[in-house]
């Protein structure tokens, strides 16, 4: 099983940028898929969560600017992220608890950079 996350990159305060994250391999089924970042110098933290039944769960720091959804089909989840602020500067990674036979485990993407420029 793989987590591949895309889409970070460099943007200007007040933009946008959305992060992609898939799933591949042979499993049975996705529970929580989310969005975690570091920034240099502190520990990482949750960004966004979505739970199967699409309940979500936000930072602070980040209600109201990104939108967190999935597409269980494609067994994707995405990070829409607008009025970005230099804060937000970090190295995003995605998660996933995903059954695999009887077993649930947790995965984490590679991590994809962004910077946000003042």
């Known amino acids: 099983v793989q987590l591949q996350a895309s889409g970070g990159g460099l943007v200007r305060a007040g933009g946008s940028l959305r992060l992609s994250c898939a799933a591949s391999g042979s499993f049975s089924s996705i529970s929580t898929m989310g969005w975690y970042r570091q920034a240099p110098g502190k520990q990482r933290e949750l960004v966004a969560e979505v739970r199967s039944g699409d309940s979500t769960n936000y930072a602070d720091s980040v209600k109201g600017r990104f939108t967190i959804s999935r597409d269980n089909a494609k067994n994707t989840v995405d990070l829409q992220m607008n009025k970005l602020r230099p804060e937000d500067t970090a190295v995003y990674y995605c998660?996933?608890?995903?059954?695999?036979?009887?077993?649930?485990?947790?995965?984490w993407g590679q991590g994809t950079q962004v910077t946000v420029s003042s």
């Open positions: 998660n996933a608890d995903i059954r695999v036979l009887l077993r649930r485990n947790n995965y």
